[in-house]
């Protein structure tokens, strides 16, 4: 099967730089996204990573390693708008399912 | 262009009733998806489809019904509700496998 872990929750302050990871088994899949929900609202699209490596997108980066099973959201210059929940999702080899993660709750302070 | 609709918003069910969910796109998205979230959960998918007059079951199916009788709405049904749905419905649309596009969510109670 697969399934996605993230951590339930990570702290921070205005300005500061925060990692979210996503760590993952799955047999393979065709690529990582990421996706921002704020309280009440609706999943919004990031990030998106379909090799190895960074992409970089403003103040919002994303890193996949598929040999480690691993990515990461880094988000950099932290501001009290970036408090959400953020979610890891892929879509697995041979299937046209998107699967996210668990979710993990930003919450930045001043 | 409004994206990703849904009707309704909000709806409160007694436990047995039944009831239908409404998405509608209008990105030309061949892809479909039904999303529940319950608090403080992740997203788990009930039902997809790839295309105009196909379905297929995601994580947690049972309960439910779809139907993509045309190719920008995506119906789902829940034939006889119980407490247990009470969740937050997303549906979303893609272009085949890019990331989807959510729509504002239905947020729905059982009693």
């Known amino acids: 099967g697969q399934s996605l872990e993230q951590p339930s929750e990570v702290t921070a302050v205005e300005g500061a730089i925060v990692q979210i990871n996503c760590t993952y088994q799955?047999?393979?899949?065709?690529?990582l996204s990421w996706y921002q929900q704020h309280d009440g609202g609706a999943p919004t699209f990031l990030s998106y990573n379909a090799l190895d490596g960074l992409e970089e997108t403003g103040r919002f980066s994303s890193f996949l390693s598929r040999s480690d099973s691993y990515g990461y959201l880094l988000l950099q210059e932290l501001q009290m708008k970036d408090s959400a929940s953020y979610f890891c999702?892929?879509?697995?080899?041979?299937?046209?399912?998107?699967?996210f993660g668990t979710g993990t709750r930003l919450q930045v302070f001043p | 262009n409004a994206g990703v609709t849904q009707t309704p918003k909000f709806r409160v069910l007694k436990t047995g009733q039944s009831m239908t969910l409404l998405c509608a796109q209008d990105m030309n998205h061949e892809y479909m998806y039904w999303y529940r979230q319950d608090p403080g959960m992740g997203l788990r998918l009930i039902h997809y489809?790839?295309?105009?007059?196909?379905?297929a079951k995601g994580e947690v199916p049972d309960g439910y019904n779809v139907s993509r009788l045309k190719k920008q709405n995506f119906l789902l049904g829940l034939e006889s509700a119980a407490p247990s749905q009470t969740s937050v419905y997303f549906c979303a649309s893609s272009y085949a496998w890019d990331p989807p596009n959510f729509g504002p969510g239905t947020r729905l109670t059982v009693t």
């Open positions: 799955t047999s393979g899949f065709y690529g």
């Open positions: 999702a892929v879509r697995p080899y041979n299937t046209d399912k998107l699967i």
């Open positions: 489809s790839v295309g105009e007059g196909t379905t």
